[in-house]
């Protein structure tokens, strides 16, 4: 990354974390320490990472909104990973006990809501339209949560309703991140829109990197255990290609159900690590990449462009 970009964005992920860590003092004590649990467990702050690379498009940016905004958007992620946790009963989140096993799922549900509030709070500073487009982007949220918790209606493509449900649950909030980012900067609507649709497939790009890194990683990354989704009965996209295989009689035999002994999770893990649904959701992958890329031609060179197209090449690589 080009190193004045660097320093702009090194800067801007410092105040912003700053800002988590501010925003969840609470007089009762109890909310700060719950609060606090996610935002110090780490993460990679996608999501202000591409507010601030978006906010280098336009002709002049106004820093504090941009920092705000970003701070909005992962206060808003913290928040649904609270309720995800209690809603998959998990127990570990970013490599710590998630907060619904550490306290209960009463305290997770409320530490939640106590960070949309304040996500709302802020947004409210940022003027009417960002408070409906964050209003919006959480009901799209919500509305991926439903989708996916209700499952594929009779006669639905269960690919197509799984690729609709990442792009609910994980590319609306980075889009949301990518569009803040270009409102607050000045940048046209037209590049606006393009860092939005860029963000928006990129982001859904992620969760199938997370899928394809589930199954082939031997070790544990981005806080989660190899075949995790195995253990809790969540089909990702490689599964579910795997499923559409008539070959794969065991492999569908396993997946019918969460699996709780670690000797069928390897027998499963194993089946699909040699099964065609690695290789098309890898392509599926490639497919996302090149649309980002598409995106990114809309809009002027600069070094946060170079670096949107890292971000494109990255989330391909990081899973092969």
Not at 18 to 40: A, C, I, K, W, Y
Not at 64 to 93: C, F, G, Q, S
Not at 168 to 194: N, Y
């Amino acid at each position: 990354m080009d190193p004045v970009l660097t320093e702009v964005v090194q800067d801007g992920l410092a105040e912003v974390e700053r800002n988590l860590h501010d925003v969840v003092q609470n007089e009762f004590h109890p909310v700060t320490e719950t609060s606090l649990h996610l935002v110090e467990a780490g993460g990679k702050r996608i999501r202000p990472l591409f507010t601030l690379l978006a906010s280098q498009f336009g002709a002049e940016w106004d820093r504090e909104k941009v920092i705000k905004a970003a701070t909005v958007v992962e206060l808003t992620h913290l928040a649904t990973l609270y309720h995800d946790d209690v809603m998959d009963e998990a127990t570990m989140r970013r490599g710590a006990v998630s907060a619904n096993v550490k306290w209960d799922n009463s305290i997770a549900i409320l530490t939640g809501d106590f960070l949309f509030a304040h996500a709302s709070r802020l947004t409210a500073d940022l003027g009417t339209d960002a408070a409906r487009i964050i209003a919006e982007t959480f009901s799209i949220l919500v509305t991926g949560q439903m989708r996916e918790t209700v499952g594929p209606q009779p006669g639905e493509d269960p690919i197509a309703h799984y690729l609709r449900v990442i792009g609910e649950k994980t590319g609306v909030l980075i889009a949301t991140a990518a569009r803040f980012g270009g409102m607050f900067s000045d940048a046209t609507e037209e590049q606006t829109d393009a860092l939005r649709r860029y963000a928006e497939v990129i982001g859904a790009a992620f969760q199938i990197s997370d899928d394809v890194i589930d199954i082939a990683s031997p070790s544990v990354q981005s806080g989660k255990t190899p075949g995790t989704d195995l253990r809790e009965g969540v089909k990702t996209l490689p599964m579910l290609y795997a499923l559409a295989d008539p070959a794969e009689t065991r492999l569908a035999e396993l997946l019918a159900g969460p699996i709780t002994d670690d000797e069928l999770v390897d027998e499963a893990l194993a089946l699909l690590r040699k099964s065609s649904g690695m290789d098309k959701a890898r392509e599926i992958l490639d497919e996302y990449a090149d649309r980002a890329r598409a995106e990114l031609d809309k809009l002027p060179p600069c070094a946060a462009r170079d670096a949107l197209d890292d971000l494109a090449t990255y989330v391909v690589a990081r899973s092969h």
